[in-house]
């Protein structure tokens, strides 16, 4: 019994004492591993909070980084030439043009009809005959006053119209404000009056009397001497957008049609023309002008003369 409580008390004994050695080993122990839990939450929070930093700095970065791209691509553009401002450009230059030009030539009409008349005069007798049937041998010369003898008319006046044409502002780029136009033209021109368009009775009698035949009467009415020429010229017409502005016809086509017909029954006789002249803006496209043109043929026709000069002035309305 007593062993056996000696026994028992030893190992309370022993009990104690390993519990006091431990005891300390272990606090120290759970002390560290404390620390060392304390230590790695520690480092694990800092680590933790240290890539949560880091990221957003990153994010920060590529928004920089995303915001500098996107001004950079606003620059290139801003620089990169447009399109529609060069369209814009020239659209204002332009109008900017169109505001430059003087009101004067806004307003002028190029094309103008105009209305003529004035004097000619041919260099030769008209020719021609209302009467070839003269014989000298019963007396009825054309110097005695029997006959009605050859046309000598010189002198005319005339009448006429014609259209200007505008065909180009600059001679075709040779030089500025000198225009080139094409002219239509037609006039009648009146030499004269003939009478006895034929035999006068004082002509039938004659050679009845000597002859014994007997004649049919006369043509006794009168012959009009006239001429109608058709017309087509290039014309130059200086200082283009003034008012005053001078003109020439380098050369024309003309075609002349006569009556009475010469004595091979020939009424055409084609030629040329040359003129010059100037007109002057009175009002509102309504112009007054001068001119003066010189007829040519290379020969008579048929006997026929037309060779000549006529001058005179026209009222123009431009349109």
Same mark, same amino acid.
């Given at each position: 019994?007593? #062993?056996?409580?000696?026994?028992?008390? %030893?190992?309370?004994? *022993?009990?104690?004492?390993? @519990?006091?050695?431990?005891s $300390?080993? =272990?606090?120290?122990?759970?002390?560290?591993?404390?620390?060392?839990?304390v230590?790695?939450?520690?480092?694990?929070?800092?680590?933790?909070?240290?890539?949560?930093?880091?990221s957003?700095?990153?994010?920060?970065?590529?928004?920089?980084?995303?915001?500098?791209?996107?001004?950079?691509?606003?620059?290139a553009?801003?620089?990169?030439?447009?399109?529609?401002?060069?369209?814009?450009?020239?659209?204002?230059?332009?109008?900017?043009?169109?505001?430059?030009e003087?009101?004067?030539?806004?307003?002028?009409?190029? #094309?103008?009809?105009?209305?003529?008349? %004035?004097?000619?005069? *041919?260099?030769?007798?008209? @020719?021609?005959?209302?009467? $070839?049937? =003269?014989?000298?041998?019963?007396?009825?010369?054309?110097?005695?006053?029997?006959?009605?003898?050859?046309?000598?008319?010189?002198?005319?006046w005339y009448?006429?119209?014609?259209?200007?044409?505008?065909?180009?502002?600059?001679?075709?780029?040779?030089?500025?404000?000198?225009?080139?136009?094409?002219?239509?033209?037609?006039?009648?021109?009146?030499?004269?009056?003939?009478?006895?368009?034929?035999?006068?009775?004082?002509?039938?009698?004659?050679?009845?009397?000597?002859?014994?035949?007997?004649?049919?009467?006369?043509n006794?009415?009168?012959?009009?001497?006239?001429?109608?020429?058709?017309a087509?010229?290039?014309?130059?017409?200086?200082?283009k957008?003034?008012?005053?502005?001078?003109?020439?016809?380098?050369?024309?086509?003309?075609?002349?049609?006569?009556?009475?017909?010469?004595?091979?029954?020939?009424?055409?006789?084609?030629?040329?023309?040359?003129?010059?002249?100037?007109?002057?803006k009175?009002?509102n496209?309504?112009?007054?002008?001068?001119?003066?043109?010189?007829?040519?043929?290379?020969?008579?026709?048929?006997?026929?003369?037309?060779?000549?000069?006529?001058?005179?002035?026209?009222?123009?309305?431009?349109?």
């Amino acid at each position: 019994m007593i #062993n056996k409580t000696k026994l028992a008390l %030893g190992i309370t004994a *022993a009990l104690a004492l390993t @519990g006091a050695l431990v005891s $300390p080993q =272990a606090m120290a122990h759970s002390k560290k591993a404390k620390h060392h839990v304390v230590t790695e939450s520690s480092s694990s929070y800092s680590s933790s909070s240290t890539g949560y930093s880091n990221s957003k700095v990153d994010a920060l970065e590529a928004q920089l980084r995303s915001m500098q791209a996107e001004i950079n691509s606003l620059r290139a553009q801003a620089n990169r030439p447009n399109a529609d401002a060069g369209k814009v450009q020239e659209l204002d230059q332009w109008m900017n043009s169109v505001k430059s030009e003087p009101k004067e030539s806004k307003k002028s009409k190029d #094309n103008m009809v105009f209305f003529r008349g %004035g004097y000619g005069h *041919a260099n030769n007798q008209r @020719g021609g005959t209302l009467d $070839p049937t =003269a014989i000298p041998a019963l007396g009825l010369a054309n110097n005695n006053g029997t006959t009605v003898g050859p046309i000598d008319d010189k002198d005319s006046w005339y009448f006429g119209a014609g259209f200007d044409f505008s065909v180009n502002d600059n001679l075709f780029g040779l030089m500025d404000k000198t225009e080139v136009l094409a002219e239509l033209m037609f006039d009648y021109k009146q030499l004269g009056e003939r009478k006895n368009n034929g035999l006068s009775p004082a002509e039938t009698a004659t050679i009845a009397a000597a002859t014994g035949i007997v004649l049919p009467a006369a043509n006794t009415q009168k012959a009009t001497v006239n001429q109608l020429t058709l017309a087509a010229s290039p014309k130059i017409k200086f200082m283009k957008g003034s008012a005053f502005r001078p003109w020439l016809i380098p050369v024309g086509f003309e075609l002349n049609i006569v009556s009475p017909p010469s004595d091979a029954i020939t009424v055409l006789n084609p030629g040329m023309q040359f003129g010059l002249g100037a007109d002057y803006k009175i009002w509102n496209n309504i112009y007054v002008g001068a001119d003066a043109r010189y007829h040519l043929t290379t020969q008579n026709t048929d006997g026929v003369n037309t060779d000549g000069v006529t001058a005179g002035g026209y009222l123009g309305l431009g349109f």
